[in-house]
């Protein structure tokens, strides 16, 4: 099974590339994600909990970054899993490469799928892969966005007055200026199975009538 998404991320091309090959960085912005061990520079260990409809799944497995190209800013991608519950695997291959936008860069993602097993049952019909990978893509560049702006350096504070201020009201300003540390962002949560599922047949119902009227 094959699918494309893309995503935008608003960094200029070469940042976007250092930011996407950064994995442990943004392994918690990926929605039910959890990176468990970093084996070397192209290969990861972690587990990701998913939902086919009513139906929780948590994959354990490894990820692999087999191809590389930093001039072209281009990867691919092999990542292998096992579902816990002993009910099948899934085997998938995603490349990507990044384009400059107006304002920032877009991610192109093309993903080459195989699940095996009972979980290859879940995922049939109205577009249930198609629609669980646009919607965790969509999740993950509103949280990695998220991030950004988090990770973003304070605005330069205003030049002082030329009326000289007590030292205590200077040493209290001085430690209001102080940029605070933001807490570690914590992992994403799972896709919502049901509304995810009420999504899926909303959109069959939609292309259903438009059938029609043409």
């Not at 996407?20 to 070397?40: H, K, Q």
């Not at 990542?79 to 490469?97: E, I, L, V, W």
Request: overall charge positive; some cysteine; charged content about 20%.
């Amino acid at each position: 099974m094959e699918f494309d998404n893309s995503f935008d991320v608003p960094l200029p091309p070469e940042r976007a590339w250092a930011l996407l090959m950064d994995i442990p960085r943004i392994a918690p912005c990926m929605p039910g994600a959890e990176l468990s061990e970093v084996v070397d520079a192209q290969n990861y260990k972690g587990k990701i909990a998913v939902r086919l409809g009513p139906v929780a799944l948590a994959f354990a497995g490894r990820v692999q970054i087999d191809a590389m190209d930093d001039a072209n800013r281009s990867a691919r991608v092999r990542a292998q899993g096992s579902d816990a519950k002993g009910r099948g695997a899934a085997n998938a291959t995603a490349t990507f490469r990044i384009e400059p936008t107006g304002d920032g860069s877009r991610v192109l993602i093309h993903t080459d799928l195989m699940l095996s097993g009972a979980v290859a049952q879940y995922g049939r019909g109205v577009g249930m892969i198609q629609a669980t990978a646009a919607q965790i893509i969509g999740q993950f560049a509103g949280n990695l966005r998220a991030r950004l702006a988090r990770e973003a350096p304070p605005a330069a504070p205003p030049p002082p007055s030329a009326t000289t201020a007590p030292p205590a009201a200077a040493a209290s300003r001085h430690q209001s200026t102080q940029t605070a540390v933001p807490p570690p962002m914590p992992a994403a949560k799972p896709i919502s199975g049901l509304s995810l599922l009420a999504r899926v047949i909303w959109q069959q119902i939609v292309a259903l009538f438009t059938r029609r009227r043409t």
